[in-house]
């Protein structure tokens, strides 16, 4: 079966009920599964989790898209993360028999309908990119939605779909197709932003660190806690024991301790490759944050 997982993340994470309200969105939609879903205050974000053929999966993003912007008004959003918009990031990810064409597929039109019923101007990146500079989805978001107004003005960095006309309440949303990637934070027994901010600009294949590893360093204000931020681009190639490890020396170098790892939506198993959770010091896991366990129970 051709099963498209999306991944949408929302620019809000600290309203319970309007985390849940765009939740409850895929309860309309029978054809597509909601696995996961979490918001951060700190980051002040959300990230759902869902899965289903292309055309149930592209109704529901759209539908999730629609009461996000509803709810969500940039103008009074902060947070540690960058973003460009209320509808921040929605990749499209194949599993299963699906191909990279069908991902690229859905993002598209996806895209182009966000703009129309919504009026939200759209960049692509991934393998969804229609400019190769926008293949990196830190190039497409750099400068984040403070800079947006300014960017959109420049003609070599207007959005590929819609006016470049900037909506200070719902600034505009990256679409992207991609493999699956994983969203993994390694929490310092510090609050020292600027000790995760130099482990981070180590580890990150940027600046010549571990391959496949973006990476920043934020502060979670709520906790007192330093944060090492990262995307793993391709889990087989960098697993996640060797960036542990890397940042587990980086920080015993300065005295300072992990107090523990997290996890942000699905993690493939392969991912895991030379290590176990307790070992990294995973919080709150278990089998239904494999991807397997539920492209498994899908196709059932």
């Known amino acids: 079966m051709k099963i498209i997982e999306c991944v949408p993340n ?86 299963s028999t699906a191909k990279m064409k069908d991902a690229v597929d859905v993002a598209h039109r996806f895209g182009q309908q966000l703009y129309e019923r919504f009026g939200v101007p759209v960049y692509f990146y991934g393998e969804a990119a229609l400019i190769r500079e926008r293949n990196e989805l830190a190039n497409v978001r750099r400068g984040g939605y403070e800079a947006l107004a300014k960017k959109m003005s420049i003609p070599e960095d207007a959005p590929d779909i819609g006016k470049p006309l900037f909506n200070e309440r719902s600034g505009a949303t990256a679409v992207g197709a991609r493999l699956p990637l994983v969203a993994y934070n390694i929490n310092l027994e510090t609050d020292d932003l600027r000790l995760a901010q130099k482990i981070a600009s180590q580890i990150r294949e940027k600046s010549g660190g571990l391959k496949h590893v973006r990476a920043i360093g934020v502060i979670l204000k709520s906790r007192g806690v330093a944060q090492v931020s990262m995307n793993l681009t391709n889990y087989k190639e960098t697993p996640l024991k060797p960036i542990y490890d890397l940042v587990k020396l980086l920080a015993t170098e300065r005295g300072v301790d992990i107090l523990e790892s997290e996890l942000i939506g699905l993690i493939p198993k392969a991912a895991f490759a030379g290590t176990k959770p307790k070992y990294l010091q995973l919080k709150d896991f278990d089998d239904n944050r494999l991807l397997e366990t539920h492209i498994k129970s899908f196709s059932l």
């Open 10 to 95: 929302f620019s809000e994470g600290c309203n319970q009920k309007k985390i849940a309200a765009i939740a409850k969105v895929f309860e309309s939609f029978p054809g597509v599964r909601l696995v996961d879903f979490s918001g951060d205050t700190d980051h002040n974000r959300s990230v759902y989790t869902f899965l289903g053929k292309a055309e149930d999966v592209l109704e529901a993003a759209l539908a999730a898209a629609g009461k996000a912007l509803g709810i969500i008004d940039m103008r009074k959003q902060t947070g540690v993360h960058p973003r460009l918009g209320a509808v921040d990031v929605v990749p499209f990810i194949p599993l």
